[in-house]
């Protein structure tokens, strides 16, 4: 099968986040190649199917047990996932001041080896230029993270709040590589001060999912970059360095500090 799909970095050549998007296409996908690993084309509204095979990927590069550490496995496994979906709705939205057509029902996933390799979008998938945030901004949110966060809880015990910590911290970081750019800091304002998206009742799930803040200990930079909720990586075994932004360090004595600071 041949692919009439577009590399949708053609449209973000001169971005600074060109290099997130070379992976992210529109139109149709071509059919799997042969010797590439295990590959699959996935829906994005069966995401849920491709458990075996998402935690098979993941024990393989983190280790532990797919089943006893599934939470863990699973929410470093969405980090690969919104790196792959979320720029290219950033680019959309920000750099070309247009929607972008994510919904699940209309995207395919490829897959190698449980991991994600490729996102295509639907050809069409670009809208009219808008000023306002609420449009350009309602796919991905409303639709495309909506049902990615609701099947990857569906598959462990895991508090989707997590999940949304997870994209929260990737926007905070591509929003600051944008900062230049003209209206940045407005949709970064829309984006994690709004109480509500789009009106709906629940509370907004990004809403400031990083804080900076003063730690208590020298031992950490000030300000620190701290996010809201911890990903929950150090449940599997031999995962014991957290991240530069894990809000535990904040709660570490000196001495575990310092240990952390022989594991970097």
């Not at 797919?66 to 996932?81: C, D, F, G, I, V």
């Not at 979008?121 to 991905?140: C, F, I």
Request: with cysteine; glycine share 4%; aromatic share 6%.
């Amino acid at each position: 099968m041949s692919s009439d799909a577009r590399p949708f970095a053609a449209l973000a050549s001169d971005s600074p986040l060109a290099a997130y998007v070379e992976r992210v296409w529109l139109g149709v996908p071509a059919a799997p190649n042969v010797g590439d690993g295990m590959q699959v084309r996935v829906p994005l509204t069966v995401l849920a199917t491709q458990r075996e095979a998402i935690l098979d990927a993941m024990t393989l590069r983190y280790g532990g047990d797919a089943e006893r550490h599934a939470r863990a496995l699973l929410s470093q496994w969405s980090k690969y996932y919104f790196a792959l979906a979320v720029p290219a709705a950033l680019v959309s939205a920000l750099v070309l001041q247009r929607p972008l057509d994510m919904a699940p029902a209309r995207c395919v996933l490829l897959l190698t080896d449980g991991m994600p390799e490729a996102l295509y979008l639907p050809h069409d998938a670009l809208g009219e230029m808008t000023d306002d945030p609420a449009r350009r901004y309602a796919s991905l949110i409303d639709e495309h993270l909506h049902s990615l966060v609701d099947q990857l809880a569906s598959m462990t015990k895991i508090a989707p709040r997590v999940l949304w910590s997870n994209v929260g911290n990737l926007l905070d970081s591509l929003f600051e590589q944008c900062a230049a750019m003209p209206g940045a800091q407005r949709d970064a304002a829309w984006m994690f001060e709004s109480r509500a998206l789009f009106g709906a009742d629940e509370p907004n799930p990004l809403r400031t999912p990083v804080r900076h803040v003063t730690p208590a200990s020298k031992r950490l930079p000030v300000p620190f970059r701290a996010r809201r909720v911890c990903c929950v990586r150090y449940e599997i075994p031999g995962e014991d360095q957290l991240c530069a932004s894990c809000p535990l360090l904040l709660t570490m004595s000196d001495e575990k500090l310092a240990l952390q600071e022989c594991l970097r």
